[in-house]
């Protein structure tokens, strides 16, 4: 079966760190576009992070910039996305999703991705 299951989320204060994992299987993205989006109560999902070619490429949104890492290890064919200095704006369902393209655009383009994950919850309060 092909999937992506996303963990880590949970509850950190402001200033905190959070380490999200994507595991893909049935497929590998190692080439593919990968991407992690976010979706807060009554906003619309946006893109977060993508990285491509191999990992070798990168993009962030500009409110991430600087505080939030995005990596992948192809030999577990896992995504990962470090998160530092977690602000409560940053409350929201993360996402991993796979791209049908090899590029990642910036800002990342919600209909370039046809797989993705359940979600995982992210809190950022005090």
């Known amino acids: 079966e092909v999937q992506l299951v996303e963990s880590g989320g949970g509850l950190v204060q402001p200033g905190g760190s959070l380490r999200l994992s994507c595991a893909a299987s049935?497929?590998?993205?190692?080439?593919?576009?990968m991407g992690w989006f976010r979706q807060a109560p009554g906003k619309e999902r946006e893109g977060v992070a993508g990285i491509y070619f191999g990992g070798t490429s990168i993009t962030y949104a500009d409110s991430v910039k600087g505080r939030f890492t995005i990596s992948q290890d192809n030999a577990k064919n896992t995504v990962y996305l470090q998160m530092d200095s977690l602000k409560p704006e940053d409350t929201a369902m993360y996402y991993c999703a796979a791209s049908r393209y090899l590029y990642c655009y910036t800002p990342l383009v919600l209909t370039d991705f046809n797989l993705w994950g359940q979600g995982t919850q992210v809190t950022v309060s005090s």
């Open positions: 049935g497929f590998t993205f190692a080439s593919n576009c």
